[in-house]
């Protein structure tokens, strides 16, 4: 299994809190995602890493925000917690971006009361 | 029309069955297909990635229709722990790119 952890691996918070959620990856890829996933909606791509200090937006960023400041973390911000952003969140890596297959941490699952 | 649609099933299949799974992809400049297993409560694990001549793992088969834009996975001999959802995915083209997640067809191998 590709080394890919997240943390905290469930977190319950309350509306409006600020959220910061983990991805730490030992493979050195260069590409890391943040994915969430709802029933219904399957996984949706929330932001993305393609280097040190370099990120771009996916389907879902409102309400995200994302920093990489070494290739081996990629963290994700929610400044401000809703009741709608309660999902599990996926971290993803991959070593040639959007061509190239992803491998996925073990998911947080978080709730927003 | 939706980027990736897949049947969501579920599929409830006798062990020893052979199953099909389709998929319709709306991109034509997609270049790379995959297929992910994931079980429940757990992380969307890479199953077989697709190519144009298809391939075959074991008891798996996976064909690509570009013509068609069209995917397909085969299981042969189903087992009991060939039950999860398998997600076809297929990259959304362009320089960039990312990966585009169908929402999954869930299958149950019973006894």
């Known amino acids: 299994d590709a080394g890919i952890t997240q943390s905290p691996r469930h977190k319950v918070t309350e509306t409006g809190t600020p959220v910061t959620l983990r991805c730490h990856q030992t493979?050195?890829?260069?590409?890391m995602y943040w994915y969430r996933q709802d029933p219904g909606h399957g996984l949706r791509l929330i932001h993305y890493?393609?280097?040190?200090?370099?990120?771009d937006k996916g389907e879902v960023s409102d309400g995200y925000s994302v920093s990489r400041s070494k290739t081996e973390d990629f963290l994700l911000t929610l400044e401000s917690a809703t009741s709608s952003q309660t999902s599990v969140y996926f971290c993803?890596?991959?070593?040639?971006?959007?061509?190239?297959?992803?491998?996925f941490g073990p998911g947080t699952r978080l709730t927003v009361l | 029309r939706k980027e990736v649609e897949q049947d969501p099933g579920p599929f409830n299949v006798p062990e020893g069955a052979t199953v099909a799974f389709n998929c319709t992809y709306s991109?034509?400049?997609?270049?790379?297909f995959f297929w992910y297993r994931q079980d429940c409560r757990k992380e969307p694990k890479l199953l077989m990635s697709?190519?144009?001549s298809g391939n075959e793992d074991g008891r798996f088969t996976a064909q690509l229709n570009r013509a068609s834009q069209y995917i397909s996975l085969l299981i042969r001999d189903s087992k009991l722990s060939d039950s999860a959802t398998y997600l076809c995915?297929?990259?959304?083209?362009?320089?960039?790119?990312?990966?585009?997640f169908g929402k999954g067809t869930k299958l149950s191998v019973k006894p």
């Open positions: 993803a890596i991959s070593e040639g971006g959007g061509f190239t297959e992803q491998f």
């Open positions: 493979e050195n890829h260069r590409y």
């Open positions: 890493s393609y280097g040190v200090k370099d990120t």
């Open positions: 991109n034509s400049a997609s270049q790379s």
């Open positions: 697709v190519y144009s």
């Open positions: 995915v297929v990259n959304s083209g362009g320089s960039q790119g990312n990966l585009i």
